[in-house]
């Protein structure tokens, strides 16, 4: 029933305001790992070590070997807008690394138990630290807070354990762990065929076997024979644009006319981070259209570097789709670089292995 005359206008309690903003930026585990990920990588680790438990609703753990954390700096880790990436909003237009808001660790705090073990070089030990709503907080009622020092290695580990339990809704929507887990093996894919120099592994917990094991060495050929298969490993080109006018490099691998699938593979970064664009999507298809037979799909694997002041990139992190300027240049350029690649190193493949 409505009431008749207005209620009075309350302000929501800052918990309460935290996890709503936290439960839009995460909205299933595979957005909390993408932030992990990437700020492991922003901490120069060679390994990456992913363990997944129940798609990511039970547990997420990632195991790096990047420069750790300072003990000082735990106290200030998870709240929001804490970052040793930025200072000034004009450091967002220049900034080289992924993160940039320093709003993932908060969040995630806010809507999951997490818990830091990270030890630095110059560390005698490793110390291990566990949240709650931003703040430092003890792993068991009553016990202190502070961090503890433990033993462990040069890294940083966290773990993110039952996320959403306090947005009962948000957890019982999710239907299967299983698509949730093809959601994570997806991103962890993407940043093993795109990082170079890291090696990177993902498992569910309590398994041995691997879903996704990459060593550090690999090549970028490598990298997608491991995640996609060696059937389209065997059928790719390598390309590469660059216009000095439109600002942007990009280089990459794509399948040739030999190669054919139902649904478009596209793997997409844009400054090193992981995003869609339903605009270059679409335009690589039109670009196959003439090669492949009606309803074949190529794989892609592009990395596109744009002058950062062209890209905007201060935009919300739930947005996967990037804007940049002079798309419509950009997208055109490498189109026709792949499309004159296609054209001169079909024929020979076609020969090559028909004969
Ligand atoms: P952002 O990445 O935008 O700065 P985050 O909340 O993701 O914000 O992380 C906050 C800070 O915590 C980072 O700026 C970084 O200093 C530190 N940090 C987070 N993860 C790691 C990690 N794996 N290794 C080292 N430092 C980390
Ligand atoms: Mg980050």
Request: charged share 25%; hydrophobic share 35%; glycine share 8%.
């Given at each position: ?11 929501l309690?800052?918990?309460?305001v ?10 299933a ?6 932030e ?6 922003d ?10 438990k ?10 790096d070997?990047g ?8 106290p200030?880790l998870?709240e ?17 690394t ?10 995630i ?33 009553g ?8 033993a462990?290695?040069?890294?940083t ?15 019982r ?9 093809a ?12 990082c ?26 490598d990298?997608?024979?491991?995640v ?21 490099r ?7 006319a ?24 679409k335009?690589i ?9 009606k ?5 892609s694997?592009l990395?596109?570097e744009?002058?950062?002041?062209r ?7 739930t947005?996967r789709?990037v804007?940049?300027l ?6 055109e350029?490498i189109?026709s ?19």
């Amino acid at each position: 029933t409505r009431p008749s005359s207005p209620r009075k206008i309350v302000a929501l309690s800052e918990d309460v305001v935290n996890k709503i903003a936290a439960g839009e930026i995460i909205v299933a585990p595979v957005h909390a790992l993408k932030e992990l990920i990437e700020n492991a990588v922003d901490a120069g680790s060679t390994s990456l070590e992913v363990v997944v438990k129940d798609g990511g609703l039970k547990l997420l753990q990632i195991t790096d070997n990047g420069h750790g954390i300072e003990k000082g700096d735990l106290p200030i880790l998870c709240e929001r807008f804490t970052t040793s990436k930025l200072e000034t909003f004009e450091d967002l237009s220049s900034i080289g690394t992924y993160g940039f808001r320093g709003e993932a660790l908060a969040s995630i705090s806010h809507i999951a138990h997490l818990s830091v073990t990270t030890r630095t070089k110059e560390s005698s030990c490793a110390w291990k630290a566990h949240y709650a709503g931003g703040k430092l907080a003890p792993s068991k009622p009553g016990q202190d807070p502070a961090p503890k020092s433990i033993a462990g290695r040069p890294g940083t580990q966290i773990t993110v354990e039952d996320l959403f339990y306090n947005i009962p809704t948000r957890r019982r929507a999710f239907r299967s762990a299983s698509e949730e887990f093809a959601k994570i093996l997806d991103i962890v894919g993407r940043y093993s065929v795109h990082c170079s120099g890291i090696g990177f592994s993902c498992k569910k917990h309590g398994e041995s076997s691997m879903a996704i094991s990459v060593a550090s060495k690999a090549t970028t050929l490598d990298r997608i024979r491991q995640v996609h298969g060696a059937a389209v490993a065997r059928e790719l080109i390598q390309f590469d644009a660059s216009s000095e006018r439109w600002g942007f490099r990009c280089e990459g691998w794509v399948s040739n006319a030999n190669y054919s699938i139902k649904k478009t593979t596209m793997l997409l970064f844009i400054n090193h981070r992981s995003v869609e664009s339903t605009a270059i999507k679409k335009a690589i298809e039109q670009t196959y259209q003439a090669f492949l037979p009606k309803g074949g799909h190529p794989f892609s694997y592009l990395s596109l570097e744009i002058e950062p002041q062209r890209v905007d990139v201060n935009v919300h992190p739930t947005k996967r789709e990037v804007n940049f300027l002079n798309e419509d240049e950009i997208i055109e350029t490498i189109c026709s670089s792949i499309q004159i690649k296609l054209g001169s190193v079909d024929t020979s493949r076609t020969f090559m292995t028909q004969s």
